[in-house]
């Protein structure tokens, strides 16, 4: 059974903290996905990455920034959190194969509130 | 630029069908995905389409026509457990390969 895995599913922070919220697969994949999901906006993607230690920008990146060390880990990370950073952050993953394995897997989801 | 519209809310009774479009302008169109979402839940996958035409998997349907740049899911003998957000997702291949979301259909089943 395919999984992926975050951290956490609530947490609380206060403004100006580094937060870091971390994303596990067991699946292999190549391709990670960081999203954050807002009433209204839908899921907008943050970061992506294809590769160990490659990472790309999604449509918005301003006050995020990502590691991926290994292949099964992506980790978000918030230099600073302000209180507009609170939302919920979904991680995915998915394969580098045919278009319908590019099927996005994703996690629970972390509910991040910043006070 | 890139822009998916779904309707924002849809309510229906249980035994019902159910129709969500999706209309989509979008550069590098490389097919296009359902998922479903029930609250507080992460997305899981309804279906994919690529070719225009109907895919069909039991209760769930999926229509695309690539030319009019327009999807939709069709629900059938609606659950009470098909109340959930139904978010279409277009696949796109301009350089790097991602997934861009509509902002999801929240639909209601009721008794």
């Known amino acids: 059974d395919v999984k992926v895995t975050q951290s956490s599913r609530y947490l609380v922070k206060r403004t100006g903290e580094k937060v870091f919220l971390e994303c596990v697969q067991d699946?292999?994949?190549?391709?990670m996905f960081w999203y954050r999901q807002d009433p209204g906006l839908g899921l907008r993607l943050i970061y992506f990455?294809?590769?160990?230690?490659?990472?790309e920008k999604g449509d918005i990146p301003e006050g995020y920034s990502v590691s991926r060390e290994k292949k099964e880990r992506f980790s978000l990370i918030l230099e600073s959190a302000s209180t507009n950073q609170t939302s919920m952050y979904l991680c995915?993953?998915?394969?580098?194969?045919?278009?319908?394995?590019?099927?996005?897997?994703f996690g629970p989801g972390t509910r991040l509130t910043v006070l | 630029g890139q822009n998916i519209d779904q309707p924002t809310e849809m309510t229906a009774t249980e035994g019902a069908i159910v129709q969500i479009n999706c209309t989509y302008q979008?550069?590098?169109?490389?097919?296009l995905f359902w998922y479903q979402q029930h609250a507080g839940e992460a997305p899981t996958f309804l279906s994919y389409?690529?070719?225009?035409g109907l895919e069909e998997k039991g209760r769930f349907s999926s229509f695309l026509s690539r030319s009019k740049g327009y999807s939709y899911l069709l629900l059938k003998e609606l659950q009470m457990k098909d109340s959930a957000s139904y978010l279409c997702?277009?696949?796109?291949?301009?350089?790097?390969?991602?997934?861009?979301f509509g902002t999801g259909t929240r639909l209601l089943v009721s008794p």
């Open positions: 389409n690529v070719l225009d």
């Open positions: 979008t550069s590098g169109f490389n097919g």
């Open positions: 990455s294809y590769d160990v230690k490659m990472k």
């Open positions: 995915a993953s998915s394969s580098s194969g045919g278009a319908r394995s590019n099927e996005q897997f």
């Open positions: 699946m292999d994949h190549e391709n």
């Open positions: 997702a277009v696949f796109m291949n301009t350089g790097f390969q991602k997934l861009v």
